[in-house]
């Protein structure tokens, strides 16, 4: 709730378009969107912003061109990024599926290093690793 009070206060947002999977949810979006952003909101996400910090991609785009076996980075980041971070596994297995049979075949644990250097500090091989255990 905090993340969409933050969105909703932002001058430069025209719209937000939320996860809603049930009533529950719709009724915590409905809440969040009654009450102004506050030092209470503000803590909570610096606290998730430093729990995630190393693992969440920004998608700033620069992975981009850099895997030597031609992934796409940024997209497998994302599809991780619904099943850890949204609970929403089917849909990043679904996304994932979707990549051509041969980047599906890859697996990171087979190049010698990393070709892509992520500019936030992100373990690119650890989590495309992690996220070829969890698809494929």
């Given at each position: 709730?905090?993340?969409?009070?933050?969105?909703?206060?932002?001058?430069?947002?025209d719209?937000?378009?939320?996860?809603?999977?049930?009533?529950?949810?719709?009724e915590?979006?409905?809440?969040?969107?009654?009450a102004?952003?506050?030092?209470?909101?503000?803590?909570?996400?610096?606290?998730?912003?430093?729990?995630?910090?190393?693992?969440?991609?920004?998608?700033c785009?620069?992975?981009?061109?850099?895997?030597?076996?031609?992934?796409?980075?940024?997209d497998?980041?994302?599809?991780l990024?619904?099943?850890?971070?949204?609970?929403?596994?089917?849909?990043?297995?679904?996304h994932?599926?979707?990549l051509?049979?041969?980047?599906?075949?890859?697996?990171?644990?087979?190049?010698?290093?990393?070709?892509?250097?992520?500019?936030?500090?992100?373990?690119?091989?650890?989590?495309?690793s992690?996220?070829?255990?969890?698809?494929?």
């Amino acid at each position: 709730m905090a993340a969409l009070r933050w969105v909703l206060r932002n001058p430069n947002v025209d719209c937000a378009i939320p996860s809603m999977t049930d009533h529950d949810q719709l009724e915590q979006n409905l809440q969040a969107m009654a009450a102004p952003f506050g030092p209470a909101d503000q803590k909570l996400l610096a606290l998730r912003l430093e729990r995630i910090q190393h693992s969440y991609c920004r998608m700033c785009g620069s992975c981009e061109g850099q895997c030597s076996q031609g992934l796409p980075v940024a997209d497998i980041l994302r599809y991780l990024m619904y099943a850890e971070s949204y609970g929403q596994f089917p849909l990043g297995r679904e996304h994932y599926q979707q990549l051509p049979d041969w980047a599906q075949a890859v697996r990171c644990s087979q190049c010698r290093a990393c070709t892509v250097q992520c500019p936030q500090g992100i373990p690119v091989a650890a989590r495309l690793s992690r996220a070829q255990e969890l698809f494929a």
